[in-house]
C-alpha cells in the first residue's frame, strides 16, 4: 500500500513539479525546480564528512563560439534516459552558436548535438548588453521525453532528450534576438521572461502551451510599455506551490492602472498570466533613477511552517523577504524583511545582490536561505555570528528563517558569512553541504565609477574579458560556511551569469571557453 501511494505521489509530482524532490539524478531546470529554490533534495552522496575528497572526474571542450559574455548555458541533468547502450543519466547545455549538447554524465562523451538553424538577421551588431545569440537556460520535460529550448531567433524547440530530434515545434515564440532567461515548467507550459529591449522585445513574461504540438497557445504578459522594467535576473520566472508566478522588475515606470510596474516584484495567475498582486519598494524612484534594479537577482519561492514566501533583491544590495499570498500587505510597500546587505555607494555595477538565491531546510526542519554578494559587505549589514575571514571582493551570506517575537511574522535571522568569492554564482545545496562557485569574473560594465549611469561609455566585449580569473568551485558546511573543499585551477576559464547542477552524485559547471567540467568523488 505504502508503495502504491509512493508511486501515485511520484506520478503526480512528476505531471506538476517534475518529481524533483523523488529523483535524486535529475536536475531539471536552473535552480533545480520551478521554484528555484537551488536544493538537490533526493541527493545523498555528498555530505560534509567525504566532500573534502572531491575531485575533477572529467571535462568536456564543447564546439561553441563564445559571443560577448555568452557561452554555455547552466547544465541541466536527467536520469534514466534511454541510448543505444542502455539508460543513462544525461547532462544538457546549449550554447550561443545555437547548439544544443547531450553529454553522458559517466564518461563526458556527447551522445548528440543539435544545431538550430537561423533564417534572420539582428539589425544591430551584438553586444554583451544585446548579445543576439542563445541565452536562455533549457528545460528538461521527462513526462514528454523532451527537452525545452529557445534558439537565437525565438523559435521554441522541444527536443528528444535520447536523439535531440525535433518533437516539438519549431514554433516562433519569443522576438528574433530577443534576451530571453531560464525556461520555467509547469503543468504543460513553459515560461521564460524578456529583458533589455534586446532585438526590440518588450520586457514581460511570456508563455508557450506544449500539451498540444499543434495548438501552441502562447501568452504575454508586458510589464512596460516603453522596453523598460526588464525581467533579467538570470533565473526567469518563478513558479510557487501556491499556483502563482512571480518576477522582479527592474528600471522602469510604476503605474499599475496602467500595466506598468519598473523596480517591483508581481505575482501573475499561471495559465492566464494576469497580474494579481505586486510589491513596490517606498524608494522605488530612487532604485530607477540611479539603475540600481532589484531584478538583478531572480526571486526565490519557499514555504515556512503556514507561510508562503518569495525573496529577492538587487544592485542596491537590499534583500526583500515579502509573504507571497500578499505581497507587501495592503499597501503595496510593507515587506516581511528587509536588510542592506552591500553596496554603500550605491554603485550600479560590481556591487550588490546579484544572481539567484537558495533555500534549504535542515534534517532538523529549519529553513535557510543563501545570498551570492557582490562586493564587500555593506557596514549596515546585520552581526554573523559566525564569521569565515574576510570578504572584499564577494561572499555567500547565510541566514535561518525564524518567527519575530514582536509581530509574530516570518523574519531572517543571520548565522554566518564565508570568506571571500571573487564574484559568487548562485549556490546550490545537497545534503548539509553548500556548493559555490567563484566565478572570476571582470563585472566592470563602464569607464569610470560612478552612480549616474546615463551619459556613461559602455565596455567592450574585448575590455569585459580582460582582467578576469580562473573560476573555482568551492564547497561550503551547510551549517557553517567552513571550507570543506575548493578546485584550485583545475576550472581554466572564467564564468558569466550561469549556474551549478548538483544530480546523481556530481556537480556540473561550465566556464566562458565553452568547457563543461563534472566534479565527483573518487571511484564514482
Known amino acids: 500500500m505504502h508503495l502504491k501511494k509512493l508511486a501515485l505521489m511520484c506520478t503526480i509530482s512528476f505531471l506538476f513539479l517534475g518529481c524533483a524532490a523523488l529523483r535524486s539524478a535529475d536536475w531539471p531546470t536552473f535552480g533545480h525546480d520551478p521554484q528555484r529554490s537551488g536544493w538537490a533534495s533526493g541527493e545523498e552522496t555528498f555530505d560534509v564528512k567525504n566532500v573534502s575528497g572531491l575531485q575533477l572526474l572529467w571535462k568536456t571542450q564543447l564546439k561553441n563560439e563564445p559571443k560577448s559574455l555568452t557561452a554555455l548555458t547552466a547544465p541541466v541533468v536527467a536520469e534514466g534516459i534511454s541510448t543505444a547502450s542502455g539508460p543513462k543519466t544525461v547532462v544538457y547545455v546549449a550554447g550561443s552558436s545555437d547548439e544544443v549538447y547531450a553529454i553522458d554524465v559517466q564518461t563526458g562523451k556527447i551522445l548528440w548535438s543539435k544545431t538550430f538553424e537561423t533564417h534572420a538577421l539582428p539589425k544591430d551588431a551584438g553586444m554583451w548588453l544585446c548579445p543576439n545569440n542563445l541565452n536562455s537556460t533549457p528545460v528538461v520535460d521527462k513526462g514528454r521525453n523532451s527537452l525545452y529550448v529557445i534558439a537565437t531567433d525565438g523559435k521554441f524547440y522541444g527536443l528528444d532528450l535520447s536523439t535531440g530530434q525535433i518533437r516539438f515545434g519549431p514554433v516562433q515564440f519569443v522576438p528574433p534576438f530577443s534576451k530571453d532567461w531560464s525556461l520555467n515548467l509547469w503543468n504543460g507550459i513553459v515560461y521564460t521572461s524578456i529583458s533589455q529591449g534586446c532585438g526590440g522585445a518588450t520586457s514581460g513574461i511570456y508563455s508557450i502551451n506544449i500539451r498540444n504540438r499543434n495548438r501552441p497557445a502562447i501568452r504575454d504578459l508586458f510589464v512596460s510599455k516603453d522596453g523598460g522594467a526588464g525581467i533579467w535576473g538570470r533565473g526567469g520566472a518563478v513558479i510557487g506551490e501556491n499556483g502563482r508566478i512571480y518576477a522582479s522588475t527592474g528600471d522602469g515606470d510604476f503605474n499599475p492602472s496602467e500595466g506598468d510596474y519598473g523596480s517591483s516584484v508581481i505575482a501573475a495567475s499561471l495559465g492566464s498570466l494576469r497580474v494579481l498582486d505586486y510589491y513596490s519598494p517606498l524608494n522605488f524612484l530612487k532604485i530607477t533613477k540611479y539603475d540600481l534594479d532589484i531584478s538583478a537577482s531572480s526571486l526565490i519561492w519557499f514555504p515556512y511552517r503556514n507561510y508562503d514566501l518569495v525573496a529577492g533583491g538587487g544592485k542596491e544590495g537590499v534583500l526583500y523577504m515579502l509573504n507571497a499570498d500578499d505581497l507587501g500587505t495592503r499597501d503595496h510597500q510593507t515587506p516581511l524583511y528587509k536588510q542592506k546587505l552591500a553596496n554603500d555607494d550605491l554603485e550600479f555595477e560590481e556591487k550588490g545582490i546579484w ?120 564547497a561550503l558546511d551547510a551549517q557553517t560556511g567552513k571550507v570543506l573543499y575548493q578546485s584550485g585551477s583545475a576550472i581554466t576559464g572564467w564564468v558569466h551569469f550561469s549556474g551549478l547542477a548538483v544530480a546523481d552524485g556530481r556537480v556540473f559547471a561550465v566556464d566562458h571557453d565553452s568547457t563543461l567540467y563534472c566534479f565527483g568523488l573518487k571511484g564514482q
Open 355 to 474: 544572481g539567484e538565491l537558495s533555500s534549504w531546510r535542515d534534517p532538523a526542519g529549519e529553513t535557510w536561505l543563501y545570498v551570492p554578494i557582490w562586493g564587500p559587505a555593506s557596514k549596515k549589514s546585520p552581526t554573523f555570528p559566525v564569521t569565515n575571514g574576510n570578504h572584499p571582493h564577494g561572499c555567500i551570506m547565510a541566514f535561518k528563517v525564524v518567527i519575530d517575537a514582536a509581530t509574530k511574522l516570518p523574519t531572517l535571522k543571520p548565522v554566518w558569512i564565508s570568506g571571500d568569492f571573487d564574484v559568487p554564482e548562485p549556490v546550490a545545496i545537497a545534503n548539509g553541504v553548500v556548493f559555490a562557485l567563484s566565478t572570476g569574473e571582470n563585472t566592470q560594465q563602464t569607464v569610470g565609477s560612478t552612480v549616474i549611469y546615463h551619459g556613461q561609455k559602455l565596455l567592450t566585449d574585448q575590455q569585459r574579458s580582460q582582467n578576469t580569473h580562473n573560476a573555482v568551485l568551492y
